[in-house]
């Protein structure tokens, strides 16, 4: 057994229901699980590994739900400011097709940093578009270079221009590739226990950019290997406007999980631009937490209240999951709450 033993540290928040805050807090840590909590004096005085944290504040690690690492290469081209969705992606996406795995990479560790820099310890991406034999394998092994917890997300794209779809053609892969390469990524890297570094999740990307086919059986393999879903929905007006004229069968609300997912997997979705029919919808049959977003407009929180979601917020997004699947982290208490859905095994108490 290894120990490591944080000690002096101003203050120390716990970030419990009851919001306690240990002045001249210590934490003690065996083989990497947090055993004991409280005032340095009554913790241990050894340990293998002893930290002095005078000065310092501790708290839980932050837990980021959605981001797309391999956009922060593209954040400053001066045709996609101010652009609505479908304009933004229309001008990037001839900029991504030509990303390599370098660029997956470096983008990778890019994100990472900035995220460990803001005290983020878990994060999840969606990356989408695997150009010039790009992977998820890139992803990853610059997550674990850098140190963190990482859910990846292996995300895609099937329907192009020439099928109704937004992307260019040659930004999107072969369906039956995608399915192939998404049970090779869970079959090679996903770690389903407690306190795993590296897990996967399988994570189509929005309904104007695969099939419902492709929807369905990316769902269906997720719950067969127990991993999480997840995509985009309803983000902006144009969007939803867009799958309502093109996508009759496949309305907004149809994207949710199905009876059923709670049971091995659960399904996170992006989304701003929610009905009032399909935020009942979703609630009725799957009762999901909905995060409130930072940016973007969101359902207003009396409506996703009514309906028995919970409002919150993520990174510049919203999350779904299913309460039996996810712990809770919320920062901060004072004014509203920001809530992170935090994949089992993540909880930093």
């Known amino acids: 057994m290894t120990s490591k033993l944080i000690r002096n540290a101003r203050l120390v928040a716990v970030m419990d229901d009851a919001g306690t805050e240990i002045a001249d807090g210590a934490i003690l ?11 340095t004096g ?6 293998d590994e002893i930290i002095d944290a005078t000065g310092m504040v501790i708290m839980p690690g932050l837990v980021n739900t959605h981001h797309h690492f391999f956009q922060t290469l593209t954040r400053t081209i001066p045709a996609a400011q101010n652009a609505n969705l479908f304009a933004w992606l229309q001008t990037l996406y001839p900029i991504w097709a030509g990303m390599t795995p ?3 990479q470096v983008s990778t560790k890019i994100a990472l940093a900035e995220l460990l820099l803001s005290g983020c310890t878990t994060a999840s991406d969606h990356t ?8 998820i394998d890139d992803q990853i092994e610059a997550a674990i270079d850098m140190g963190v917890r990482f859910h990846a997300s292996r995300g895609s794209m099937s329907v192009g221009e020439s099928k109704g779809g937004l992307p260019p053609d040659r930004v999107v892969e072969d369906e039956d590739a995608i399915l192939r390469d998404s049970r090779r990524a869970i079959e090679t890297y996903h770690d389903p226990r407690p306190g795993a570094m590296i897990r996967i999740a399988l994570a189509p990307c929005s309904p104007f ?7 369905r059986e990316s769902v269906a393999l997720a719950r067969a290997h127990g991993v999480h879903s997840h995509t985009h929905l309803a983000e ?4 939803a406007e867009f799958c309502q004229r093109t996508l009759a069968d496949l309305r907004s609300s149809s994207a949710r999980t199905s009876p059923g997912s709670e049971k091995t997997s659960g399904t996170r979705i992006s989304c701003i631009r929610a009905t009032t029919r399909s935020c009942a919808s979703a609630s009725r049959e799957q009762a999901p937490r909905i995060a409130r977003p930072r940016t973007c407009g969101s359902p207003p929180g009396s409506r996703r209240l009514a309906h028995g979601s919970m409002p919150g917020c993520g990174s510049g997004s919203v999350s ?21 859905n935090a994949p089992v095994g993540t909880r930093k108490r």
């Open 29 to 39: 840590i065996e083989d990497a699980r947090i055993r004991q909590v409280g005032p």
């Open 42 to 47: 009554a913790l241990p005085d050894t340990a």
């Open 102 to 104: 370098e660029a997956i």
């Open 128 to 135: 989408y578009i695997w150009p010039n034999g790009s992977r």
């Open 209 to 215: 950019s695969v099939s419902p086919d492709l929807m």
């Open 236 to 239: 902006t007006r144009d969007e």
């Open 320 to 340: 779904m999951g299913r309460p039996r699947t996810t712990d809770r982290i919320c920062w901060p208490r004072r004014g509203w709450q920001c809530c992170f």
